[in-house]
């Protein structure tokens, strides 16, 4: 017997809520359907309407979310609106009569405390299921280095350097990312994806936070509403966990001549691993093996059906999701809320780190929150 139709709703369908929609699209074999759209802003709305027609879905168009939940149309909501409207918007259906399950975009929210309402609201509502979009964790290459490192092969993990040399931040709807107050700051609006990755790969939580970082070449002569941007476009920032690891991020964002977008380099006390986007390949060398035992290994993953703007991962993110709906309450989403306040703490850790110019306890931002460990 075939599997009953999952119907989405896209709340903001800006860049990202287009790219939820399509790879939705290129998952249509599996029994899924966006049946509905929620945004404010028109051209938006009609860029969405214009892909979904290509492609024969019929949508129906909310201005806001609360109409989109009050309609009863979708089962699952995707929020991909700006990040400071995430928390109202999550709390808006968290509390809402019919349960939806939600797949919202990162970061969870831009501050740990509006994190922490989201998941006290989200405890009273077991029947939803939640997940956080941090999606890096299933590009293929990333995929291949978390499963080398979870097997053991490695040793006990040391040290985790992840590189990320791209270029400036997008042009969004109305300009919002250009500023701290609504983004959260660089280090957590792009990389809590990084924060969240170190984290998994350490098999440890933070414990304290040193950054340096600064406003050195992009949207310098950018002037919105008689501001310049305050978002920094550079970064180095160290994390140390509770285990003795330690992780550092290597961040540029005037760096189109990259070969490689991001590089990830994990070592342990028997080998070191690395990852490489978007050249899809893994290295793994054994200490004892020396240099020439270095193996070199292409990641891929047949599973994808679109590589879409991310290397595949959104479709798998979305595949993942799927299958812990469909599993009626005995499969937790591989990205939790948990997941989400910590890779937004360790960012907002850092944007302080940068603020102060002083190492950042943990503590300070998370309030004493008992942490999960790392799955």
Known sequence: MAEKTVKYGIIGVGMMGREHLLNLYHLR?????????ADPHLPSQQ????????FNWPLKVFSGHQELLDS??????????????HYQILVDIINHQKPHHVLVEKPLCTTVMDCRKVIEAARKRPEMLVQVGLEYRY???VAKLIEIVKDGKLGQIKMVAIREHRFPFLVKVNNWNRFNCNSGGTLVEKCCHFFDLMRLFAGANPVRVMASGGVDVNHKDEIYDGKVPDIIDNAYV???????S????DLCMFAEGSKNEQEISVIGDIGKGEAFVPESIVRIGIRLEGRDGV?????????IKYEGLHHGSSYLEHLN????IRANGSQAPAVDLHDGLVSVAIGVAAQLSIEHGRFVLMEEVMNEIKYQAPR
Do not use: H, W, Y
């Open 72 to 85: 009863g149309l979708c089962d699952v909501v995707v929020v991909s609106t700006p990040n400071m409207t």
């Open 238 to 244: 160290i994390v140390e966990f509770e285990n003795g």
């Open 47 to 54: 860029l969405a309407l214009d892909l979904a027609q290509s």
């Open 321 to 324: 999701f799927l299958s812990a």
């Open 295 to 303: 193996q070199t290994l292409k990641a891929e993953d047949d599973r």
């Open 29 to 37: 074999d599996e029994g899924v359907a966006v049946v509905c759209i």
């Open 246 to 249: 330690r992780g550092m991020l």
């Open 139 to 141: 590009m293929p290459p």
